[in-house]
């Protein structure tokens, strides 16, 4: 019996070959049903006359979204009330009233019913770009600050004059939208109730669409891109639900979605439908109601998740052609290159979300890529890649990667065989750099990461106007990530330069710019006059319900206790 000399080969693959055939990047256009209900109620002392009026965030038709159909309607008591139609703050409102709410006294509960179908068509194609040296005029409301997007704030103008500084409208668009998506956190548990600013944001590092959204917009208009919110309703890939992404405007091609959160820019996927376009993520309000009343009533409500059923889908094709280059074989602790070679063959010009997946057992820095090609273009783009760290004589591993565009995944093996030679002893890189302004005291945060697993360093020195001011040091783990702060104080307006040394020198220059001051306005309290009209309110104290009958009773006991008293004080005389 001949004895034979065996390797032995071990295929691994990551669950994304299968997770990702339905990724939301490659539905071209989509159809849906939408049903969304508000369950409702109201109380307080209701009198003849009262009257309640509701708003409730309609959907209207926009140029890629289309209704098919729509249905709004109102149940309460033993009728049904049709809307009529609005638009406040550029929000499109059904409108119900209650003329006459003592009608439905005994019968307070009502619900709000909301039944579409929209077609969503993701319209790829970007005319030609434009300079922003020249400002964009017209949208100025588009431009201002706002509660969550605040262009007027030191630390987020500074760090757009340092990591934004082309001039070209098309790369700051995909720049912006690239490092939002590779340096924020998607954190659902801790972010998902409640809605956090741009500044906010940018000292977290974490958030959900929101927070993605807002820090886009606020880094985009610092650029004088005028950028409008967008609420709405998308699908993740497994399910559907709320969400907010941004829309910017760019001359000569006019709207286009930009929605850092799934990393995409120049448009929107087919999956994403709107629902109201606003200045700021606090004023798509779904619901508004206002009563018109003798006596204070209180109106609760609850708008329940919406039920979506995807009646069809068409994905993205002939976008693009793709080819992947990797080595042949690679070694544990190796560091290496993957490349994809894009052509864009769509027509027209667009900026295209590409993204490297690989086995969790490899490190990549930025896997998701934003790339502008004109039509007809061809560029390659880098990744730097390390193997993982494993320790064998005879066995090859293969392991399943692909790079994800949005007409498709192309699958590929990395394969790594037996260590021959020595490793690399570190390699640090510098993943960000972000300055931080407090008072009069500027905190430069630099993330360092080291692919290698022996222990690197990095030695930092800072300039202000050419003056030495601080250096440091400080060392990186193996497989490691670290966060060196740097701090100079008394800082005032002007240049700060760093020179990073680690494998290589890096030189940056950070450009702090004059603080803005918020102008505080006088606020002088006015005693109201009485009020003999019915008033308006929105009040939140449960008061039980009346009728006209315990109404009349409650008239005729004062008349009666009043007529009791004139009788002692006439005796009295």
Known sequence: MKKFASIMILILFSIFAHAYDFSPTNVKEMDITIETKVLGNFSGVVTKGDKLEIKFLSIPEYESQTLVYLQEFMKIGDKIITPEHETQEGIYYAVYKIENLYEFASTPEFVIERNARIRKNAEIGINKDYNLSNLIIGFDEFLEQTDYMEVDDQELRSKTNLEFTSDSELEIIRSVSEWVNNNIDYDFENYYNGVWSAKETYNSRAGVCDEFANLTGAFLRIKGIPVKYVSGTSFDGERFGLHGWIEAYLPETGWIGVDSTYGEAGYVDGAHFIIAKTIDA????????????????????ELQ????????????????????????????????????ELKNISGKNAIFPVELLVHEDFQVVDSARLVYLKDNEKKEIFWDVKSPSKEFESMIYNYGMAVMVPDGNISDVITLIPKAGSEKESAVIIKDISPFVSENELEIKIHFKNLGEKKGTATIESFFDGISVTNGETEIDGLAEKIYNLKINEIRSGTVTLKIITDKETVVEINIPEKIETQELEVIEIEPETQKEPETNNNTVQIPLFTDEELLLSITGALLVISLLLIVILKMK
């Open 282 to 301: 606090n004023k798509a309000v779904d619901f508004i109601a206002k009563t018109t009343s003798r006596k204070p009533i209180q109106l609760s409500s």
């Open 305 to 340: 998740l919406p039920e979506i059923k995807i009646n069809s889908v068409k994905f993205f094709e002939n976008l693009l052609e793709t080819k992947i280059y990797k080595p042949s074989k690679v070694q544990p602790n190796e560091f290496f290159q993957i490349s994809a």
